[in-house]
């Protein structure tokens, strides 16, 4: 007689030998983990978030640890370095307004990217927000009406 015991049990077993042929490497290759790089789309998505780290620039509070950068931080800038732009110097902006750390986090920055190649005339850092980033809120809010169902809206079925 065959019980639930039973099945769960073949069924378990089957299932763990054939995900322990995953761990096995295929020319190399970890089949349970693929290199990600070697993706089109992963590179895509690699190369705008580098491009958009590097036209923001800006470091805020959330950033740090105190005076340090954090992994968030490190993460940022190093998106940055990937970037293609050759933009000399490399400008940083530290937003992170008025504080006791300020000093400290500009060392700590200037640390981490001399710690991947760049002397301290390749960077230059300021305090506050990117002047360059922003968009005007005007166009936005004129079409702010447009996203809004409205009893007109809705009986003529533009509104869906």
Do not use: W
């Amino acid at each position: 007689m065959i019980t639930n015991r039973s099945v769960l049990l073949a069924v378990a077993t089957v299932a763990l030998a054939a995900g322990c042929e995953c761990y096995k490497t295929v020319g190399g290759e970890d089949c349970f983990f693929p290199d990600e790089d070697r993706y089109t789309i992963h590179k895509l998505g690699a190369q705008q978030a580098a491009s958009a780290a590097r036209a923001d620039a800006t470091l805020y509070p959330a950033h740090f640890h105190g005076g340090k950068l954090n992994s968030l931080g490190e993460q940022k800038l190093k998106l940055m370095l990937g970037d293609d732009d050759e933009t000399r110097p490399l400008p940083v902006y530290l937003d992170t307004g008025d504080d006791e750390h300020l000093e400290a986090r500009r060392e700590a920055v200037l640390v981490y990217l001399a710690g991947h190649g760049l002397s301290p005339e390749m960077i230059r850092l300021e305090a506050g927000p990117n002047p360059n980033v922003g968009t005007p809120t005007a166009p936005l809010m004129q079409n702010m009406r447009k996203t809004d169902i409205t009893p007109e809206t809705r009986q003529s079925g533009r509104g869906n």
